[in-house]
């Protein structure tokens, strides 16, 4: 997959101009790409778009022009562009009633820690790897970056999975078992994001 870099940033007067054509843009790409897990979580899962479209909209709500800012934040978001051979999401924990928000997120202690988060296709189970440090002992992050390592044969079962083979979602952990199945277009734009092209 094609990198990030300044280069292909608008300034923030243009990007004013067409932001709603990029929202409209990536709530599309976003239909097949976001995964409700059981009640609470929403996986979505990143690729170029999605990060460039982040990127504009950081720099455009602080007003950010200077260059070095710039390229800062385009190196921050650098790291969850997928590989051949690694998806990449970006994990929500959305809680709607704030008096449940603090009992809920200490339930799911060690959800970033544990093997819990799990792709699984064709006899294969892909483990998520969360970003370190977005947690603490105390206090578990409402949002997480993670990636999903593939190896080759992995990856090689997933771009050939037959029509209608099941993906799954699935949280194995011990306070949030929850499974769910992706959609077609979800598994072809999975597809893109790991194949050569």
Do not use: C
């Not at 899962?45 to 990060?51: G, P, Q, V």
């Not at 970033?112 to 296709?121: I, Q, T």
């Not at 011990?174 to 597809?191: D, H, K």
């Amino acid at each position: 997959m094609k990198g990030i870099s300044v280069s292909d940033l608008l300034d923030n007067a243009v990007y004013e101009q067409r932001r709603g054509d990029f929202r409209s843009r990536i709530i599309g790409i976003k239909k097949d790409r976001g995964i409700n897990l059981g009640p609470i979580l929403r996986l979505v899962f990143e690729n170029r778009d999605t990060l460039l479209f982040q990127i504009q909209e950081m720099l455009f709500v602080e007003h950010t022009v200077d260059p070095e800012k710039r390229e800062e934040e385009v190196e921050i978001y650098r790291p969850m562009l997928p590989t051949r051979t690694t998806l990449s999401a970006t994990l929500m924990i959305e809680i709607t009633e704030e008096s449940r928000i603090r009992e809920t997120l200490d339930s799911l202690q060690g959800l970033d820690r544990g093997p819990y988060l799990h792709l699984v296709f064709g006899g294969e189970r892909v483990t998520a790897n969360f970003e370190p440090d977005r947690s603490t002992e105390e206090k578990l992050s409402s949002i997480h970056y993670l990636t999903f390592p593939f190896s080759e044969k992995q990856r090689s079962t997933f771009l050939g999975l037959p029509e209608g083979e099941r993906v799954m979602l699935l949280s194995d952990h011990p306070r949030y078992s929850a499974m769910s199945v992706l959609s077609p277009g979800t598994i072809r734009s999975l597809q893109g994001d790991l194949s050569d092209e």
